[in-house]
């Protein structure tokens, strides 16, 4: 199998031939047809998040499965899925209790070797996944089947970036018809929040953003409103925006600690900030509790939109069969596994919504 392996922190990814180790008997072979590139495998590749080195990076990939081990009951070869990058076991207190998405039971299954290097070192994968990789090896757990047509492109996106997105708005803040949004960050993630206000019926949706490409497709997202924040203060711009008040629900996509409070000021008496982007390891946010108290502002975490991935993208494929969800045109530019470091650069230039890697 190709893969692109984090050696070190800071560097490259090197695309190399590994060795796949023997499935054990509740794993399964998936041969992947596209991955997609999202801001977490970059703050991995920079040190923002931790992780072993070596490791194959990627966690949102599509593809068919061509092998499972003689316990797997979940799948069959030939079967469409998409790997999650939060497994869920099903049975644990998070699970029973409908909170899949916060399952602790599978985080070992994270660090297992799943192949080799030339010289014999072993390789785990991201999230239990890597599919930065022509080929993957995961526990069933990590899978879900799915039937439909939409191509393998659109499916890889819906693993992590289009989820957290449209699932923060429907699953984490259960945004309500007429209800008023801003979502700062219109990168995948953030236009996918805009999608998930537009399902839902918001009655105003503002997109706030730096960069001129990412306010224009947010409005093609379903946004009515664009702000740049370069301009002028952002929680000024979208107080003038509500007559006063600011925001029923304020999502911030980015992990900021300035946009994290920001999305505090911007939401209303009463209203609510939504954390969607995935803060470094250390950050500590600093906060007015008088305003938090007194205005009775509510903040809500937000763990891969509050999603259970075997529920959610059988609708999710729904929205996009139905054309509610546009997933191609979230996709900016499609990329080789050879080509992945050029990935990553396009989008730190900020020149890209999505990205895939096709394989
Ligand atoms: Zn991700
Ligand atoms: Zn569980």
Request: aromatic share 4%; hydrophobic share 45%.
């Amino acid at each position: 199998m190709r893969a692109a392996v984090m050696l070190e922190v800071g560097q490259p990814l090197s695309v190399e031939e590994l060795t796949p180790l023997d499935p054990g008997p509740r794993d399964v072979v998936v041969r992947l047809g596209a991955s997609g590139i999202c801001h977490s495998d970059l703050s991995i590749a920079h040190g923002t998040f931790p992780c072993p080195c070596p490791s194959i990076l990627g966690h949102e990939g599509a593809g068919r499965v061509e092998f499972v081990g003689a316990e797997v009951t979940r799948v069959r070869p030939g079967d469409r899925v998409i790997g999650a990058p939060v497994a869920a076991c099903g049975h644990c207190w998070f699970c029973i209790r409908d909170e899949a998405h916060l399952c602790r039971e599978l985080s070992m299954s994270r660090s297992v070797p799943r192949s080799a290097r030339a010289d014999g070192t072993a390789v785990p994968a991201m999230c239990g996944l890597g599919t930065f990789a022509d080929e993957m090896v995961c526990n069933e757990l990590s899978l879900v089947r799915l039937e439909t047509d939409l191509p393998d492109e659109q499916l890889s996106i819906l693993g992590c970036g289009v989820t957290t997105g449209v699932g923060s708005v429907l699953n984490t803040a259960h945004v309500e018809p007429g209800a008023s949004v801003a979502v700062i960050g219109c990168g995948g993630v953030g236009q996918s929040a805009i999608q998930g206000a537009r399902i839902a019926g918001a009655g105003q949706i503002i997109a706030i953003d730096t960069v001129a490409l990412k306010r224009e497709t947010a409005a093609t997202m379903g946004a009515t409103d664009m702000v740049d924040p370069s301009e002028a203060d952002p929680v000024e711009q979208v107080r003038a925006l509500t007559g006063g008040r600011g925001v029923d629900y304020a999502f911030e996509v980015i992990g900021n600690l300035t946009t994290m409070v920001q999305a505090v000021s911007m939401a209303r008496r009463g209203g609510a900030a939504v954390w969607v982007g995935a803060p470094a390891a250390d950050a500590v946010v600093s906060l007015s509790a008088i305003d938090v108290f007194y205005e009775e502002k509510r903040i809500l975490g937000c763990l891969f939109g509050s999603s259970q991935p075997r529920r959610e993208w059988p609708r999710l494929v729904s929205f996009a069969e139905q054309g509610r969800l546009d997933l191609s045109s979230m996709i900016s530019r499609r990329f080789a596994l050879d080509e992945v470091n050029d990935a990553f650069q396009a989008i730190e230039a900020g020149e890209v919504i999505r990205s895939v890697i096709l394989y």
